[in-house]
């Protein structure tokens, strides 16, 4: 007796992805809504980034009218090759049609280990990788072998950092906002970025395990005071700690180095984080680099081979895709023009400040770079900044986003929650077209604000009842 496969949802037999998606696909908000986050929609339509991008290359999306966007976003850093890189793709159409047996879970396969070869070539004084999911694993990975290698509890980071949002990472993420009401967490102690008298108070107890920080802040975007992660890094050895470098958004060439922390002669941190790009956004991958010791120390015995381990760890597909990633970065530069382009953007948007009193601040490195606004000196701007901030900081960077979406097709984001700041990370392949588009559509924004454009400030009213209705 033969039994008919049935029918799926869109009628047909088996699974058609093309035509589920040209069935269904415009409900996607209607979806998410009912069985997602139903907060996300809602804040979408609220700021009028309810858009319907039908397809992506680069740096650029497309609407259904053949609108070209310009993403200076990069899926918050993870596309840092753009959309669709040809060879990443290639790569990841070769390891499925090699039908390797992959995730036996008893042998090792090439790939890790080729992936892990090439990654130690950026950080020489570092010597194993354990690959997991995300960069929140790879800081929970970091910050589980930190507490066994050295026997201590507690870790130090800074105030208004972001390493995660899992429980282990949640416990060194200095915004409030994210820990409220998922306490207990680790043990742990906030510092100010930059603060080495905080720091060296804290070594002084004999239980701090490690300090990890961004050698970037992605917060804010702010930079740690010239010399700081070297000097920590004396402190922290000093005191049998370990230097943890968070580098899952600032890795990669984000900042025009490798490795941010490399910008700082001297600095060779004992665990470092990698995520985001390293598979060029397609498929989940974290990864955590350490020295020897360390690693050995975890993984002391045969009976503890699994006492660290990841289910979706090493998969082929993410190893295959890394490895594109880094040749291709290699092979295009790719960390060269995030140094160069970054330069040129930052140094243009710089000449700025001082002919528009709202914009307080550029800063950041390669094309990573905080855009910051602060009350304005004249009396009538003075007065909406005024407005805004009593109802909600952070409401005049929103009043920049929307715009730059709406009428210039840019897409960006707020630095943070109750942050008067814009960050800019952009794929990694962008050039001086990208820039002058940029800076034309940023000018144009700032010209409206301090004209006193009716629409942006209307816009801005409408921000500030919506957020006294959520108090």
Not at 52 to 66: K, M, N, S
Not at 243 to 250: F, H, K, N, Y
Not at 350 to 371: F, N, P, T
Not at 394 to 413: C, D, E, N, S, Y
Request: proline share 4%.
């Amino acid at each position: 007796m033969t039994v008919e496969p049935a029918e799926d949802a869109v009628g047909t037999k088996g699974f058609d992805l093309a035509r589920l998606l040209a069935e269904r696909g415009g409900e996607r908000y209607e979806l998410h809504a009912r069985h997602l986050n139903h907060q996300l929609p809602r804040m979408l339509h609220t700021i009028g980034f309810d858009k319907v991008y039908e397809r992506a290359e680069g740096a650029y999306f497309w609407d259904a009218d053949g609108d070209d966007y310009l993403d200076m976003l990069a899926g918050f850093g993870v596309m840092g090759l753009g959309r669709h890189h040809p060879v990443v793709r290639k790569a990841l159409h070769d390891v499925l049609d090699a039908s390797l047996a992959d995730l036996t879970r008893f042998d090792c396969p090439p790939l890790p280990g080729l992936l892990a070869e090439k990654l130690l070539g950026y950080a020489p004084h570092l010597d194993r990788v354990f690959f997991g999911n995300s960069g929140t694993e790879a800081v929970e990975t970091a910050l589980k072998f930190a507490r066994y290698a050295t026997g201590k509890p507690r870790v130090l980071y800074c105030a208004h950092a972001f390493h995660g949002l899992t429980t282990g990472s949640l416990s060194v993420n200095g915004e409030s906002g994210f820990r409220d009401g998922f306490a207990p967490l680790l043990p742990d102690t906030a510092i100010e970025l930059g603060d080495l008298d905080a720091l060296e108070r804290e070594l002084r107890r004999g239980d701090v395990a490690a300090f990890v920080v961004e050698p970037v802040q992605g917060k804010g975007v702010h930079l740690p005071p010239p010399g700081f992660l070297r000097a920590a890094q004396e402190l922290l050895h000093r005191h049998k700690a370990l230097l943890i470098a968070d580098e899952v958004q600032t890795g990669l060439g984000r900042t025009g180095k490798f490795f941010a922390y490399q910008h700082e002669q001297g600095v060779e941190p004992d665990l470092v984080c990698v995520a985001k790009s390293l598979s060029g956004g397609y498929v989940p991958v974290g990864a955590t680099l350490g020295k020897d010791w360390i690693f050995k120390k975890v993984y002391s015995s045969m009976d503890r081979v699994l006492v660290h381990s990841a289910s979706f760890g090493s998969n082929a597909q993410a190893m295959a895709a890394g490895l594109a990633v880094l040749s291709v970065m290699e092979d295009e530069r790719v960390v060269e023009n995030a140094r160069v382009t970054g330069d040129l953007l930052r140094s243009r948007l710089s000449a700025l400040v001082d002919k528009y009193e709202l914009l307080h601040d550029v800063r950041g490195r390669g094309l990573m770079i905080g855009i910051e606004f602060g009350r304005p000196k004249s009396l009538a701007l003075r007065g909406r900044w005024t407005m805004l901030q009593a109802a909600r900081k952070g409401l005049f960077a929103q009043m920049v986003v929307v715009p730059l979406l709406q009428k210039h097709r840019i897409l960006t984001q707020v630095s943070g929650d109750h942050l008067e700041v814009i960050k800019l990370i952009p794929p990694l392949i962008v050039g001086e077209r990208e820039v002058d588009r940029f800076v034309a559509a940023f000018t144009a924004v700032m010209d409206e604000a301090h004209g006193g454009g009716s629409l942006m400030w209307d816009f801005g009213r409408t921000l500030v009842k919506q957020a006294v209705v959520n108090r």
